[in-house]
T-cell receptor, first 113, second 110 residues
Framework: AQSVTQLDSQVPVFEEAPVELRCNYSSSVSVYLFWYVQYPNQGLQLLLKYLSGSTLVKGINGFEAEFNKSQTSFHLRKPSVHISDTAEYFCAVGRGGGNKLTFGTGTQLKVEL | SQTIHQWPATLVQPVGSPLSLECTVEGTSNPNLYWYRQAAGRGLQLLFYSVGIGQISSEVPQNLSASRPQDRQFILSSKKLLLSDSGFYLC?????????FGPGTRLTVT
């Protein structure tokens, strides 16, 4: 069965510093991986996705992620964060019939001045 | 692109009362539809999904039910709410694993 582990529940970072949010997955079949962002009291917005092809995936708002099959990881990175990036970030893996997703427990990114 | 509408945005209901949350989708046809519940620090839990009108699959046993009376309408219901039903409910629509989410409904059961 597919599962996702987000290793950090909270990540504080100063504005304009780089950030990495970690995600490890477990899957016995073809892997489809996603990162979503959630701002307070809102729904989730898709940041980027890996379905196949290049292991480096670029998304919206300057974020990117790298699919690493040997380490079963899909870490999210941004070279320089902004205050507006403060939000909760969820990693997800596709599973089973119905195109379902299994989500991690989320990482709260807090960008400080 | 798809737009997901959910209402109401917030809801406070007493224990034992009924529930009906509605979700409608614009900008696509024959999508897969999903209901999630989000509790603080616990990520998103998939409650129900539907691949077509009248086709509902439940992921977890619970006090809730779902229905899909039209292609782009998904309803979450309960006959009698429990305190444990409190949470943030999200509707999503998608194909090929890519899901678009609505703004959510914050339900507080008192």
């Amino acid at each position: 069965a597919q599962s996702v582990t987000q290793l950090d529940s909270q990540v504080p970072v100063f504005e304009e510093a780089p950030v990495e949010l970690r995600c490890n997955y477990s899957s016995s079949v073809s892997v489809y991986l996603f990162w979503y962002v959630q701002y307070p009291n809102q729904g989730l917005q898709l940041l980027l996705k890996y379905l196949s092809g290049s292991t480096l995936v670029k998304g919206i708002n300057g974020f990117e992620a790298e699919f690493n099959k040997s380490q079963t990881s899909f870490h999210l990175r941004k070279p320089s964060v902004h205050i507006s990036d403060t939000a909760e970030y969820f990693c997800a893996v596709g599973r089973g019939g119905g195109n379902k997703l299994t989500f991690g427990t989320g990482t709260q990114l807090k960008v400080e001045l | 692109s798809q737009t997901i509408h959910q209402w109401p945005a917030t809801l406070v209901q007493p224990v034992g009362s009924p529930l009906s949350l509605e979700c409608t989708v614009e900008g696509t046809s024959n999508p897969n539809l999903y209901w999630y519940r989000q509790a603080a620090g616990r990520g998103l839990q998939l409650l129900f999904y539907s691949v077509g009108i009248g086709q509902i699959s439940s992921e977890v046993p619970q006090n809730l039910s779902a229905s899909r009376p039209q292609d782009r309408q998904f309803i979450l219901s309960s006959k009698k709410l429990l305190l444990s039903d409190s949470g943030f409910y999200l509707c999503a629509s998608g194909t090929n694993y890519e899901q678009y989410f609505g703004p959510g409904t914050r339900l507080t059961v008192t």
